[in-house]
């Protein structure tokens, strides 16, 4: 279930604060990206499907996991303004191998590419907006997965209770273990290691 919000498009928002926008502008960002909550539970992509919407988060979250051997394995987590996209299956048009599923009840405005590129030929500038922002975006998601590689299972939790704290009571502790490629017991030793202090 889902239900369209009557509210003024967090992307014209957003923005609105870069640049000057006409009201045809603000028209055309609405229309092609409009803003929809989502119950817990639900799946914005299923594995199989292939990703032709992309998610930036209002207010929420979104976990990103893939199966293995039948067991999730949590890959990402998308809380208030990040975006969830699958980019191999989306400029590919290939079917995902990942789910994007919502953890609590969730606000996102929702990137249709057609839409997109159509709102693009019609405002040639927002182009250059979105695709610094992606490149961003990008680059930020690959500096974390380079540190993830690199660190001990401890250093992994106390990065995330560093730069993303929100996330340790909003998200069950068996997620966090997967999300930290470890088991939830082993997360649960770390945590009362380091507790009531992680320095």
Known sequence: MNTTIPMEN????????????SPEERQGIRESFPVKTFEKGHYLLK?????????FVVKGCIREFKTLNGEEKTTA??????????????????????????TETTTVAILNRKK??????????FE??????MEQMMGAQQETLTKFITLSPRERYLLLVDNRPD???????????SYLGIKPETLSRIRRKIMPGHS
């Open 167 to 177: 996330l340790i009571n909003r998200i069950p502790q068996y997620q966090i273990a």
């Open 47 to 55: 594995e199989g499907m292939v990703a032709n919407d992309a998610f």
């Open 116 to 125: 997109e590129e159509a709102l693009y030929q019609k405002h040639p500038r």
């Open 128 to 133: 250059s907006f979105c695709r610094e922002g």
């Open 77 to 102: 987590f998308y809380t208030e303004n990040q975006s969830a996209i699958n980019f191999g299956s989306q400029a590919n048009g290939k079917p995902s191998a990942i789910y994007f599923i919502c």
């Open 10 to 21: 967090i992307l014209v928002q957003q923005m609105s604060q870069l640049t000057f926008l």
